[in-house]
């Protein structure tokens, strides 16, 4: 039996979380919380997900921040989860020049988050 593909969602929004943790359950992916909110990067290293999708402002860290100290972790299969990154405000650039792999401006249609998770899930498992 193949395993399921693991994503974690890094979001302070509680509300928000469960409901992507629901809708990747309904399409068969497996969403998780990190384990400890002072250092969601523990959490990357402890479970390797498959994708991370974060918002950009979280209430004690900047999103954008937490992917530039992912991306120079020692751990090259760490430092090059994938990352989608999320915010009510347009910070595309921002968020790409800081080693994303995709970014979606909030609110975005359901089946415009899938199909972006696919499209950067099948770059990354074809380098594996």
């Given at each position: 039996m193949?395993?399921?593909?693991?994503?974690?969602?890094?979001?302070d929004d509680?509300s928000?979380?469960?409901?992507?943790?629901?809708?990747?359950?309904?399409?068969?992916?497996?969403?998780?919380?990190p384990?400890?909110?002072?250092?969601?990067?523990?959490?990357?290293?402890q479970?390797?997900?498959h994708?991370?999708?974060?918002?950009?402002?979280?209430?004690?860290r900047?999103?954008?921040?937490?992917?530039?100290?992912?991306?120079?972790?020692?751990?090259?299969?760490?430092?090059?989860?994938?990352?989608?990154?999320?915010?009510a405000?347009?910070?595309r650039?921002r968020?790409?020049?800081?080693?994303?792999?995709?970014?979606?401006?909030?609110?975005?249609?359901?089946?415009v988050?899938?199909?972006?998770?696919?499209?950067?899930?099948?770059?990354?498992?074809s380098?594996?």
């Amino acid at each position: 039996m193949n395993q399921p593909i693991k994503i974690l969602i890094v979001d302070d929004d509680p509300s928000g979380t469960q409901l992507l943790i629901t809708l990747l359950g309904f399409e068969g992916y497996e969403g998780f919380r990190p384990d400890e909110w002072t250092d969601p990067l523990a959490s990357v290293e402890q479970h390797r997900p498959h994708l991370i999708i974060m918002d950009v402002r979280l209430r004690s860290r900047d999103g954008v921040d937490l992917v530039q100290q992912l991306r120079s972790l020692p751990d090259p299969d760490v430092a090059n989860t994938p990352v989608l990154m999320m915010s009510a405000e347009d910070h595309r650039r921002r968020c790409l020049s800081a080693g994303a792999n995709d970014f979606l401006e909030k609110p975005f249609d359901r089946s415009v988050l899938l199909a972006t998770i696919e499209q950067i899930l099948e770059g990354s498992l074809s380098r594996t």
